[in-house]
């Protein structure tokens, strides 16, 4: 990555010789080094989990800090990176989907708040007087009009894409490779030559979906190098009428009690075949 010293990386307006445009680098960056956040679109709803760091032993977790927000009664947000720049994200979300109610008379669409917010965030890297955010944000709607719910990932360039299971983050690459184990994707969940229909319903539901996101990131936490977190969970489901609501403490509890066992257990046995190749 070039220097400060070559000018190219000095404003988010300015492109390099080759092509690049290093403020909107240093964001994605940023994101990089913030606690992990992960999405999975499940049979009958959508998991939201974020791993929030403790910065001190001092802090009240419960109520600072949040980094999953209700924006709408069906939709949702988690988000990492700087979490003041993602509360602009948030308060942004509330506004479009608030305007979109007013102006239309019905909720505002997955794909549409995805969009409005990837417009919002990609404004940010077009001018000299402003910087690209410094945030991920993972969305998590449901659409009254179609009955389809959905996820969507917006990253600090302003991009967003539609998911099966997302991540953003310092463990974005392991968990995206744990996620893709999972059954979340209807074409190859049921098989080689299953049905549609065959595929949805071998999918995982949100139940599910919660104790392997609690897996995945207790998995990738290395307790001598990272600091202490707190596990944030939300979900959208059938259950909660399809209103974006928090996990419930004692469901967390539980996921993760079932999760740590689970890592134990993998432990144990990768232990026990290391020995049987020495032997």
């Known amino acids: 990555m070039a220097s400060s010293g070559s000018g190219y990386d000095l404003s988010s307006s300015t492109f390099s010789p080759d092509g690049r445009i290093f403020q909107i680098e240093y964001a994605a960056k940023a994101v990089e080094n913030a606690g992990t956040a992960l999405g999975l679109r499940c049979r009958d709803g959508v998991v939201l989990a974020v791993e929030k760091p403790l910065q001190n032993k001092m802090l009240v977790a419960k109520t600072t800090g949040r980094r999953i927000h209700t924006v709408d009664e069906h939709a949702g947000v988690a988000m990492t990176g700087f979490v003041s720049d993602g509360?602009?994200?948030?308060?942004?979300?509330?506004?479009?989907?608030?305007s979109y109610n007013e102006t239309y008379g019905t909720k505002i669409p997955p794909t549409t708040l995805a969009a409005r917010l990837s417009a919002y965030v990609h404004?940010?890297?077009?001018?000299?007087?402003?910087?690209?955010?410094?945030?991920?944000?993972?969305?998590?709607a449901y659409d009254p009009a179609t009955k389809k719910h959905s996820l969507h990932m917006v990253e600090p360039s302003g991009v967003s894409y539609e998911y099966f299971g997302a991540a953003a983050g310092r463990g974005?690459?392991?968990?995206?490779?744990?996620?893709?184990?999972?059954?979340?994707?209807?074409?190859?969940?049921?098989?080689?030559?299953?049905?549609?229909?065959?595929?949805t319903d071998s999918l995982i539901t949100v139940a599910d979906g919660v104790k392997q996101l609690a897996k995945i990131i207790h998995s990738l936490h290395d307790e001598a190098k990272d600091k202490p977190f707190e596990l944030e969970m939300s979900w959208l489901s059938e259950g909660t009428g399809w209103k974006h609501a928090g996990v419930p403490r004692d469901v967390i509890k539980e996921a993760v009690e079932w999760a740590k066992?689970?890592?134990?257990?993998?432990?144990?046995?990768?232990?026990e075949d290391d020995d049987e190749m020495e032997e």
Do not use: C, W
């Open 261 to 271: 066992k689970e890592i134990e257990e993998a432990e144990e046995e990768s232990d």
């Open 172 to 199: 974005r690459q392991p968990a995206r490779t744990e996620m893709e184990k999972l059954a979340i994707n209807p074409k190859t969940a049921g098989g080689a030559g299953s049905t549609t229909t065959e595929g």
């Open 123 to 140: 404004y940010f890297t077009l001018h000299g007087a402003l910087r690209p955010f410094g945030a991920s944000t993972l969305v998590a």
């Open 87 to 98: 509360r602009q994200i948030v308060n942004r979300a509330r506004e479009e989907a608030s």
